[in-house]
């Protein structure tokens, strides 16, 4: 065979919707211009030969102006390039008007050419010719819909699965048909569930609507049921963790219509399900916080935050990309999240000044070049050891990071003119058990001992811990200058734990269950604070607005869960059952661990705030000066690294750590 001398030029051939519209062109040509004939056959009684022969001469003369006519309208309102298999009221107007348009084009040009032609020829004609449109177009549409029945239609074939949808509304219809039409969905509706009772016994698109959420259980029983889609964008959040108890008791793969949002947006289909989450069986609206004083806070200033790589520090720079910064410097220790980060937001924000430095707030030289070159104003301090286990078997690093390298930023922040400082803290700094929840208070004491000394005016008192690293001093010109001008308000936000943070209960659980199990639980009667990482920062971001220097503010976290709780609720959204499709085992507390979290220390009390999820807990008094000696030699404790002597001297300091 003789190779083709021309690769690169390809044939030209009929692509699947060119035969299509070919087809139906074709056909517009024949019924536009049959169903004028038609009409005045119907005109003469169906008798051809009672036709005036000057009607027939004017029509047949007519035939090739008016398919001109008819191909350039139609092409205009892209009668030619639907998708017929989706066609809705949209595609059913476009053919209205386009028929409209021709028919009043037709009676012009016949009057104009040829004279006046019977009444009843324009309108019979015009309506013929909108059938004609019609039913071509959508006999295609219902002709694949009758396939597609065909094809699932017995919901035993291999590989179907069979679909229960909580909701007979507008949300739940648009679901079935997108699962009805798509060729790459393998789903069968076999029945609804509604609350409502008008609904019950009926049929939607031939489809049972078999009652209110009480029938759930036995429904999927019944019919077989291997998917249940939730498709009520209305429902309260408090009404949705009722189904979904529910639901979930099934042990089918449940699906979650996220929301009004989507369904305003016309976006509900399945691929805009999303997999139920414990979020949604927490029961409570997400807490939506008056982001309009954290705009004005933070709009036109440049903002440091360090750890920024991190959970809570990467959801901190994504909201505040969003409110306008001047400029927004990452600070992390950790490329691979920086790097994240940096990605995602400058995809998102390409007119943010944004800066990604990587650096250890433990580095005062680098910490320092930081601040002296960018002159942050508003610095929100993430960077943190966090994972409890983990800093009991290194705690030297725990001080040093969390104690140290806040002090040391917290420093440079004052040193360069920072407006305020904002500590991320814990619930776990609240009569600590563990290293790293003491670390986390000694940075709370480190906040509060420097908002002391510049109210007092005394902010040249603040030793620098700089010895291990060789810093230069900071007040260069010996006259103490600098501490005089110190205004820097530092405060610190506590809260409990966040759901789907790197490292925490969630995604652990969830590659157990991956895994097959077991799915290990510290305690039976653990419990824990939860909040979403968006719910948190926002609110962290709205609290660092309300300072005026020292404060520790607590951010209400609800009602504690319980851990066990937590864990069997995510293997029954897996679609197994506990303790028998998925074990799972008690390993007993880990070291430094309690079995419940406090927000609160007995001895402080809460002011209000504004926000009545945001509260001000009242410093416990401790003399500053003997705190600050403390640290100094704490921190000498630290960098030699004597684990056997760091314990005892923070129990020191921290009165209220108690080892577990």
């Given amino acids: 065979m003789q190779a083709n001398p021309n690769p690169k030029k390809k044939r030209f051939h009929f692509e699947p919707w060119h035969r299509i519209a070919a087809i139906i062109l074709l056909f517009d040509i024949f019924a536009a211009n049959l169903s004028y004939f038609i009409a005045l056959w119907l005109r003469f009684d169906l008798k051809y030969s009672t036709i005036p022969e000057r009607y027939l001469t004017e029509w047949l003369r007519l035939i090739p102006i008016y398919t001109v006519v008819v191909l350039v309208v139609f092409a205009l309102m892209r009668l030619y390039r639907s998708l017929w298999r989706y066609a809705s009221y949209a595609e059913l107007w476009r053919i209205i008007i386009a028929c409209i348009i021709t028919s009043g084009l037709h009676a012009l040009i016949s009057r104009i050419l040829y004279g006046r032609m019977p009444v009843s020829y324009y309108i019979v004609g015009a309506g013929l010719q909108l059938v004609a449109a019609v039913g071509i177009r959508f006999a295609y549409r219902f002709l694949l819909?009758?396939?597609?029945?065909?094809?699932?239609?017995?919901?035993?074939?291999?590989?179907?699965?069979?679909?229960?949808?909580?909701?007979?509304?507008?949300?739940?219809?648009?679901?079935?048909?997108?699962?009805?039409?798509s060729k790459n969905i393998h789903d069968k509706v076999v029945c609804f569930i509604d609350d409502?009772?008008?609904?019950w016994s009926r049929y939607l698109d031939g489809v049972p609507i078999i009652g209110g959420r009480e029938e759930i259980l036995t429904a999927a029983e019944k019919y077989g049921v291997d998917k249940i889609y939730l498709a009520i964008p209305s429902a309260s959040a408090?009404?949705?963790?009722?189904?979904?108890?529910?639901?979930?008791?099934?042990?089918?793969?449940?699906?979650?219509?996220?929301?009004?949002?989507?369904?305003?947006?016309?976006?509900?289909?399945?691929?805009?399900?999303?997999?139920v989450s414990v979020e949604d069986l927490l029961g409570r609206e997400p807490i939506r916080a008056d982001m309009e004083e954290v705009y004005n806070f933070v709009s036109g200033k440049v903002v440091l935050v360090t750890g920024g790589g991190g959970s809570i520090g990467s959801e901190l720079c994504r909201q505040i990309a969003a409110h306008g910064p001047k400029q927004l410097i990452?600070?992390?220790?950790?490329?691979?999240?920086?790097?994240?980060?940096?990605?995602?937001?400058?995809?998102?924000?390409?007119?943010?000044?944004?800066?990604?430095?990587?650096?250890?707030?433990?580095?005062?030289?680098?910490?320092?070049?930081?601040?002296?070159?960018?002159?942050?104003?508003?610095v929100y301090h993430a960077a943190a050891h966090k994972h409890v286990p983990l800093m009991e078997d290194s705690p030297c690093e725990s001080i040093k990071n969390n104690a140290i390298g806040t002090y040391k930023t917290a420093y440079a922040a004052m040193i360069h003119g920072a407006k305020r400082f904002v500590l991320i803290s814990t619930d776990k700094a609240v009569n600590p058990t563990n290293i790293m929840g003491a670390s986390k208070r000694l940075c709370e004491m480190i906040i509060q001992s420097f908002d002391a000394k510049i109210k007092a005016g005394r902010a040249a008192e603040l030793p620098q811990l700089f010895t291990h690293d060789g810093a230069e001093n900071a007040d260069k010109d010996g006259t103490g200058h600098v501490f005089q001008q110190a205004k820097t308000e530092f405060v610190a936000v506590r809260f409990g734990n966040v759901l789907g943070s790197n490292g925490s209960v969630i995604p652990i659980f969830k590659k157990q269950i991956e895994n097959g199990g077991p799915v290990?639980?510290?305690?039976?009667?653990?419990?824990?604070?939860?909040?979403?990482?968006?719910?948190?920062?926002?609110?962290?971001?709205?609290?660092?607005?309300?300072?005026?220097?020292?404060?520790?503010?607590?951010?209400?976290?609800?009602?504690?869960?319980?851990?066990?709780t937590l864990a069997r609720n995510l293997i029954k959204l897996s679609g197994f059952r506990p303790d028998v499709d998925i074990k799972i085992e008690y390993t007993g507390l880990r070291p430094g661990e309690k079995l419940y979290e406090e927000k609160l220390m007995a001895e402080e009390g809460?002011?209000?705030?504004?926000?009545?999820?945001?509260?001000?807990?009242?410093?416990?008094?401790?003399?500053?000066?003997?705190?600050?000696?403390?640290?100094?030699?704490?921190?000498?404790?630290?960098?030699?690294?004597?684990?056997?002597?760091?314990?005892?001297?923070?129990?020191?300091?921290?009165?209220?750590y108690h080892p577990a």
């Fill in 145 to 181: 819909l009758m396939r597609s029945h065909h094809v699932d239609g017995g919901g035993d074939e291999h590989g179907v699965s069979r679909v229960m949808i909580v909701g007979a509304g507008s949300a739940g219809q648009m679901i079935m048909r997108d699962i009805r039409r």
């Fill in 606 to 656: 809460l002011r209000k705030t504004d926000n009545d999820l945001i509260h001000i807990g009242c410093p416990i008094p401790f003399d500053t000066d003997t705190f600050l000696r403390q640290l100094n030699e704490l921190m000498e404790v630290a960098y030699a690294n004597n684990e056997a002597l760091i314990r005892e001297k923070v129990r020191e300091i921290v009165t209220t």
């Fill in 520 to 564: 290990t639980v510290t305690h039976p009667d653990i419990i824990r604070y939860f909040m979403t990482i968006p719910e948190a920062v926002s609110l962290v971001l709205l609290a660092g607005t309300y300072a005026d220097g020292g404060e520790i503010f607590v951010l209400d976290m609800g009602s504690p869960v319980k851990i066990d």
């Fill in 196 to 199: 409502d009772a008008n609904k």
């Fill in 238 to 275: 408090e009404a949705r963790r009722d189904i979904l108890n529910i639901c979930k008791e099934t042990g089918c793969a449940l699906k979650n219509l996220p929301g009004m949002y989507q369904f305003v947006l016309g976006d509900v289909s399945v691929s805009a399900m999303k997999d």
């Fill in 330 to 378: 990452i600070f992390d220790i950790y490329e691979n999240s920086a790097y994240a980060i940096q990605l995602e937001l400058r995809e998102k924000y390409p007119d943010l000044d944004l800066v990604v430095l990587i650096g250890s707030v433990r580095d005062s030289r680098r910490i320092f070049g930081v601040f002296q070159k960018y002159k942050p104003e508003l």
